[in-house]
């Protein structure tokens, strides 16, 4: 059938299938979307399509499919929809504009007539009514409707008509449950609707689900709504809209349903036979990767990042003025591969490249556990940090909910085990802080970052839409972030975090005493090396007394690395000590270790032996050059272990012993025999720890009285301005001491908090802590005379081990010698002290004798000639201490092996 010669012919492309009887006809483009005319077909009436309730207007209400309405509306879908067509318009409805005619299938009237087609299939109804006998063409209508009725087709059948009506879901009670009930398998439907260029409207098949699609990873230019009701576009949001309803309105597709964005909306990828449209919508420029969907993205969200960086490329549509955000990387730091020998709290490491390279990395766009800023909770949407307790100074590793456990998981997974590193960004130093170089790390084809958030023990920080400086796995992150979120681990629980109650005993000498018979009960204790400080100094935690100390390693002299000063500036490095250092970091920091705790020094520091993968620390130290063999280890069961050590470093002269040579035998030069006596007159001022004491020569007394009240004259008549003067380390000064509030001599030791210094009055040995308000300069006329009170040690004495009997001693010491006059003789020089023996003026008794008679000390046997006779005198008094059992004997004889249980030790 043809149209009448008269009637004007058209073309198009089939845009929509409205029902059984009207379509939507796109005409030419002409340089923006083309223009559209809805046709209605002439003298038939479809069934009417169903219709939801329309929330915006009051009373309105849902409608039902009539029969055979789907059935209808399917047929010119499949037949038109995407097709060229040919129409004829033979009138317009007054009022409502709409245009009725005669659609041919092709490019002229020579195609399928669809009015025909349709009422063939007995979809339609024909109105009879206004229709002319003499014209053929709608005769034919009438001869195919009563055909149709006679074979029983479509809605002419005499049964079926209930199953010819869709039972519609508008609406979805639970959207979560509704997209997790597919596990992410592709559904058949059917787009109805392009919103946007992302977002579409679509049944499901075969259960006719209504849904709201937005494309899962992507967002196209949107239309906005104005003040005055309009919508208005954003720049290229027509075109990407076209480019959607273009390929999709009313095609058969696969959607596969990844989320539930919120309300009815769901997230998803739409496939379609020639592909994705997300893919296609980012490599033409109409749309860009948005981070807060593609962690659901489930077909590749590779595939969509590089798409998007096509159009970038080419500056395509949106990106036509498109600039990187950062600066390429140079080719030959890209990747690498190293060993992991520390982890830096949760997001950090340092990895060894090659035998020298040590390298700070950090992992890309996570960020690890951090206690809350104030304010913080409504800064910004998503998961936020857990607020730790910041009312008393602590530890953040163990303060801080889950950043002990985020480095735990780094640190078991990754020390000492070689990683391959890609560097994805540089980011440049910021506020202070210096440039870091952010990675994607992988060992044995594992992610680390996306293992670690997939443990909810890190988040992933979100970026600007514009900036390009992120993760190269960027989307594996999010979608592991995901995981952890819908599983509630970790940051994400919303169970109380763990408590981590540390106890740090470094430096607590109470709480060391405390814990120290704990920890040699117990023999062997697993700990974790969290510090190292030198090559024989090392900090540690014991799960077991969840306690930090400071540990000392056993049996050996070890050179120390360089170290920071209390007041300012850096103590250099022994040789080798840097060596060292380097060695017991690389063998301990951050492993599984075992120690053997001994004993306590005075200052808290735990000793002991440690055992790192079955190797001894100190014989490892000792074997390497980088150690020495101490006297303290001759009673230990390493002792032979270490002196073979020692002999083989000697041999392959390595490090402290790369100058050593072997003694040949030399001719021994006999040393004086008598030794040399000059007593002089002494009065002692001031006693110290250990048996230290500060003397004054009585020869010098008047010089310094005449000395001392010189300076108080000059003070009282010029007196100095309170806060003019700020001592510094070492600054020789005038400080008031407080007992007397008199001008003295002194030297600065040390800063002791705001506005007070630690001094030491250089003419009695005395230190107290003074306010800085109470110091001068000293005037250089008082520099001349040298300091009055010099330091010394008795000679050939030792303080017992114990802390209590040391103490009785220095008591004893203390109230039998302060601001008496003695006779004082130099014996020998050790270390730049002078060790001397000290006679009562009056008896002419031996100090040191006396106390050793007592059993308050012990003799130091030296090997000296010319001390023999003292050390004899010194040991006889000895022996006549142990056989009155005085003091220290009191138990017996604890030098011997088997009184080791009385905890004395030489």
Same mark, same amino acid.
């Given at each position: 059938? @043809?149209?009448?010669?008269?009637?004007?012919?058209?073309?198009?492309?089939?845009?929509?299938?409205?029902?059984?009887?009207?379509?939507?006809?796109?005409?030419?483009?002409?340089?923006?979307?083309?223009?559209?005319?809805?046709?209605?077909?002439?003298?038939?009436?479809?069934?009417?399509?169903?219709?939801?309730?329309?929330?915006?207007?009051?009373?309105?209400?849902?409608?039902?499919?009539?029969?055979?309405?789907?059935?209808?509306?399917?047929?010119?879908?499949?037949?038109?929809?995407?097709?060229?067509?040919?129409?004829?318009?033979?009138?317009?409805? /007054?009022?409502?504009?709409?245009?009725? =005619?005669?659609?041919?299938?092709?490019?002229?009237?020579?195609?399928?007539?669809?009015?025909?087609?349709?009422?063939?299939?007995?979809?339609?109804?024909?109105?009879?009514?206004?229709?002319?006998?003499?014209?053929?063409?709608?005769?034919?209508?009438?001869?195919?409707?009563?055909?149709?009725?006679?074979?029983?087709?479509?809605?002419?059948?005499?049964?079926?008509?209930?199953?010819?009506?869709?039972?519609?879901?508008?609406?979805?009670?639970?959207?979560?449950?509704?997209?997790?009930?597919?596990?992410?398998?592709?559904?058949?439907?059917?787009?109805?609707?392009?919103?946007?260029?992302?977002?579409?409207?679509?049944?499901?098949?075969?259960?006719?689900?209504?849904?709201?699609?937005?494309?899962?990873?992507?967002?196209?230019?949107?239309?906005?709504?104005?003040?005055?009701?309009?919508?208005?576009?954003?720049?290229?949001?027509?075109?990407?809209?076209?480019?959607?309803?273009?390929?999709?309105?009313?095609? !058969?597709?696969?959607?596969?349903?990844?989320?539930?964005?919120?309300?009815?909306?769901?997230?998803?990828?739409?496939?379609?036979?020639?592909?994705?449209?997300?893919?296609?919508?980012?490599?033409?420029?109409?749309?860009?990767?948005?981070?807060?969907?593609?962690?659901?993205?489930?077909?590749?969200?590779?595939?969509?990042?590089?798409?998007?960086?096509?159009?970038?490329?080419?500056?395509?549509?949106?990106?036509?003025?498109?600039?990187?955000?950062?600066?390429?990387?140079?080719?030959?730091?890209?990747?690498?591969?190293?060993?992991?020998?520390?982890?830096?709290?949760?997001?950090?490491?340092?990895?060894?490249?090659?035998? @020298?390279?040590?390298?700070?990395?950090?992992?890309?766009?996570?960020?690890?556990?951090?206690?809350?800023?104030?304010?913080?909770?409504?800064?910004?949407?998503?998961?936020?940090?857990?607020?730790?307790?910041?009312?008393?100074?602590?530890?953040?590793?163990?303060?801080?909910?889950?950043?002990?456990?985020?480095?735990?998981?780094?640190?078991?997974?990754?020390?000492?085990?070689?990683?391959?590193?890609?560097?994805?960004?540089?980011?440049?130093?910021?506020? =202070?802080?210096?440039?870091?170089?952010?990675?994607?790390?992988?060992? =044995?084809?594992?992610?680390?970052?996306?293992?670690?958030?997939?443990?909810?023990?890190?988040?992933?920080?979100?970026?600007?839409?514009?900036?390009?400086?992120?993760?190269?796995?960027?989307?594996?992150?999010?979608?592991?972030?995901?995981?952890?979120?819908?599983? +509630?681990?970790?940051?994400?629980?919303?169970?109380?975090?763990?408590?981590?109650?540390?106890?740090?005993?470094?430096?607590?000498?109470?709480?060391?005493?405390?814990?120290?018979?704990?920890?040699?009960?117990?023999?062997?204790?697993?700990?974790?090396?969290?510090?190292?400080?030198?090559?024989?100094?090392?900090?540690?935690?014991?799960?077991?007394? @969840?306690?930090?100390?400071?540990?000392?390693?056993?049996?050996?002299?070890?050179?120390?690395?360089?170290?920071?000063?209390?007041?300012?500036?850096?103590?250099?490095?022994?040789?080798?000590?840097?060596?060292?250092?380097?060695?017991?970091?690389?063998?301990?920091?951050?492993?599984?270790?075992?120690?053997?705790?001994?004993?306590?020094?005075?200052?808290?520091?735990?000793?002991?032996?440690?055992?790192?993968?079955?190797?001894?620390?100190?014989?490892?130290?000792?074997?390497?050059?980088?150690?020495?063999?101490?006297?303290?280890?001759?009673?230990?069961?390493?002792?032979?272990?270490?002196?073979?050590?020692?002999?083989?470093?000697?041999?392959?002269?390595?490090?402290?012993?790369?100058?050593?040579?072997?003694?040949?035998?030399?001719?021994?030069?006999?040393?004086?025999?008598?030794?040399?006596?000059?007593?002089?007159?002494?009065?002692?001022?001031?006693? =110290?720890?250990?048996?230290?004491?500060?003397?004054?020569?009585?020869?010098?007394?008047?010089?310094?009285?005449?000395?001392?009240?010189?300076?108080?004259?000059?003070?009282?008549?010029?007196?100095?301005?309170?806060?003019?003067?700020?001592?510094?380390?070492?600054?020789?000064?005038?400080?008031?001491?407080?007992?007397?509030?008199?001008?003295?001599?002194?030297?600065?030791?040390?800063?002791?908090?705001?506005?007070?210094?630690?001094?030491?009055?250089?003419?009695?040995?005395?230190?107290?802590?003074?306010?800085?308000?109470?110091?001068?300069?000293?005037?250089?006329?008082?520099?001349?005379?040298?300091?009055?009170?010099?330091?010394?040690?008795?000679?050939?004495?030792?303080?017992?081990? !114990?802390?209590?009997?040391?103490?009785?001693?220095?008591?004893?010491?203390?109230?039998?010698?302060?601001?008496?006059?003695?006779?004082?003789?130099?014996?020998?020089?050790?270390? +730049?002290?002078?060790?001397?023996?000290?006679?009562? /003026?009056?008896?002419?008794?031996?100090?040191?004798?006396?106390?050793?008679?007592?059993?308050?000390?012990?003799?130091?046997?030296?090997?000296?000639?010319?001390?023999?006779?003292?050390?004899?005198?010194?040991?006889?008094?000895?022996?006549?201490?142990?056989?009155?059992?005085?003091?220290?004997?009191?138990?017996? !004889?604890?030098?011997? !092996?088997?009184?080791?249980?009385?905890?004395?030790?030489?």
């Amino acid at each position: 059938m @043809t149209a009448p010669a008269s009637a004007a012919v058209h073309r198009g492309i089939v845009k929509q299938a409205l029902s059984g009887d009207a379509i939507i006809i796109r005409g030419q483009p002409r340089g923006g979307p083309p223009p559209e005319r809805t046709i209605c077909f002439s003298n038939i009436t479809a069934p009417r399509l169903a219709r939801r309730a329309n929330p915006n207007v009051e009373a309105s209400t849902e409608t039902k499919d009539e029969p055979y309405a789907w059935e209808a509306r399917e047929f010119l879908r499949k037949k038109l929809v995407g097709k060229e067509v040919a129409f004829t318009v033979e009138y317009k409805a /007054p009022g409502s504009g709409r245009e009725y =005619g005669v659609v041919y299938l092709g490019k002229d009237t020579t195609g399928e007539n669809m009015t025909e087609a349709i009422v063939n299939e007995g979809l339609v109804e024909v109105r009879r009514m206004g229709l002319r006998a003499d014209d053929e063409n709608q005769q034919r209508l009438v001869q195919a409707e009563d055909a149709a009725k006679a074979a029983g087709k479509g809605k002419w059948a005499s049964d079926g008509s209930e199953k010819a009506v869709r039972e519609i879901k508008w609406t979805i009670e639970n959207p979560r449950q509704f997209v997790d009930s597919f596990h992410q398998k592709p559904i058949d439907a059917i787009i109805e609707h392009v919103r946007d260029g992302c977002t579409v409207r679509a049944f499901l098949i075969p259960d006719f689900y209504y849904v709201t699609v937005m494309l899962s990873g992507i967002k196209c230019p949107m239309f906005k709504q104005a003040e005055s009701g309009s919508q208005v576009a954003e720049p290229f949001a027509e075109e990407a809209r076209f480019f959607t309803e273009s390929r999709l309105l009313q095609r !058969d597709v696969q959607i596969i349903l990844e989320g539930a964005a919120s309300n009815q909306n769901l997230q998803g990828t739409i496939l379609h036979p020639n592909g994705n449209i997300a893919e296609a919508l980012l490599r033409e420029g109409f749309s860009r990767c948005v981070d807060w969907s593609m962690g659901v993205v489930s077909q590749g969200a590779d595939k969509l990042r590089a798409a998007e960086k096509i159009a970038k490329e080419k500056k395509l549509r949106i990106w036509k003025d498109y600039k990187p955000s950062g600066p390429a990387l140079d080719v030959k730091e890209k990747s690498f591969q190293g060993k992991v020998v520390e982890i830096v709290n949760g997001d950090g490491m340092v990895v060894k490249i090659g035998d @020298t390279v040590y390298k700070k990395i950090f992992l890309a766009s996570i960020k690890p556990p951090r206690p809350a800023a104030e304010g913080a909770e409504n800064q910004a949407p998503g998961p936020q940090p857990i607020k730790a307790d910041t009312s008393k100074k602590g530890k953040p590793l163990y303060d801080i909910p889950y950043m002990f456990e985020a480095r735990e998981f780094l640190r078991k997974k990754l020390i000492g085990k070689k990683v391959n590193v890609e560097v994805d960004y540089i980011q440049p130093p910021n506020m =202070g802080f210096p440039e870091k170089h952010c990675c994607t790390v992988t060992i =044995g084809g594992i992610n680390v970052a996306e293992a670690l958030i997939s443990k909810g023990l890190a988040t992933v920080i979100r970026y600007r839409m514009d900036d390009d400086q992120r993760s190269a796995q960027y989307d594996l992150l999010l979608a592991a972030e995901a995981r952890a979120q819908k599983k +509630g681990v970790g940051l994400h629980s919303k169970k109380e975090p763990p408590i981590h109650r540390v106890a740090d005993i470094a430096g607590d000498v109470p709480k060391a005493k405390q814990f120290l018979p704990f920890l040699q009960r117990a023999g062997r204790s697993e700990a974790t090396v969290e510090f190292v400080a030198s090559g024989s100094r090392l900090r540690l935690y014991i799960p077991r007394e @969840t306690c930090l100390i400071t540990f000392l390693i056993s049996g050996i002299e070890c050179p120390r690395g360089s170290r920071p000063l209390p007041g300012g500036g850096t103590q250099p490095a022994d040789p080798f000590g840097e060596e060292a250092l380097v060695f017991t970091k690389e063998m301990c920091l951050q492993r599984e270790v075992e120690v053997e705790v001994e004993a306590i020094d005075k200052g808290g520091n735990f000793i002991g032996w440690l055992h790192v993968e079955g190797v001894n620390l100190s014989v490892a130290l000792v074997e390497n050059g980088l150690a020495k063999v101490h006297f303290t280890a001759e009673r230990s069961p390493h002792y032979k272990t270490l002196l073979n050590a020692e002999e083989r470093a000697k041999s392959a002269k390595k490090y402290i012993w790369s100058h050593h040579e072997e003694q040949s035998p030399v001719e021994v030069v006999e040393e004086p025999v008598e030794r040399i006596v000059n007593y002089k007159n002494i009065i002692i001022t001031e006693v =110290g720890a250990d048996l230290h004491f500060y003397a004054q020569n009585v020869d010098n007394g008047p010089q310094l009285e005449k000395l001392m009240d010189q300076l108080r004259q000059d003070m009282e008549s010029d007196p100095p301005l309170p806060g003019s003067h700020t001592p510094k380390k070492g600054d020789l000064c005038a400080a008031k001491f407080s007992a007397d509030n008199q001008w003295y001599r002194a030297r600065v030791e040390k800063q002791e908090g705001p506005g007070k210094v630690l001094v030491r009055f250089i003419d009695y040995g005395n230190k107290e802590v003074v306010e800085t308000t109470k110091t001068a300069p000293l005037p250089p006329s008082f520099h001349s005379l040298s300091p009055q009170a010099q330091e010394y040690l008795l000679a050939c004495v030792t303080l017992p081990g !114990d802390e209590d009997a040391k103490a009785e001693a220095e008591d004893w010491f203390y109230n039998d010698v302060i601001n008496k006059p003695f006779l004082l003789n130099v014996e020998y020089k050790s270390n +730049g002290m002078d060790y001397v023996s000290l006679l009562f /003026p009056d008896k002419k008794e031996d100090v040191a004798q006396v106390l050793i008679a007592g059993g308050w000390v012990l003799v130091e046997a030296r090997k000296e000639k010319r001390l023999a006779k003292i050390v004899s005198d010194y040991i006889k008094a000895q022996e006549s201490a142990k056989s009155k059992r005085l003091n220290l004997w009191r138990y017996g !004889d604890f030098t011997e !092996d088997e009184a080791k249980e009385f905890g004395y030790q030489r």
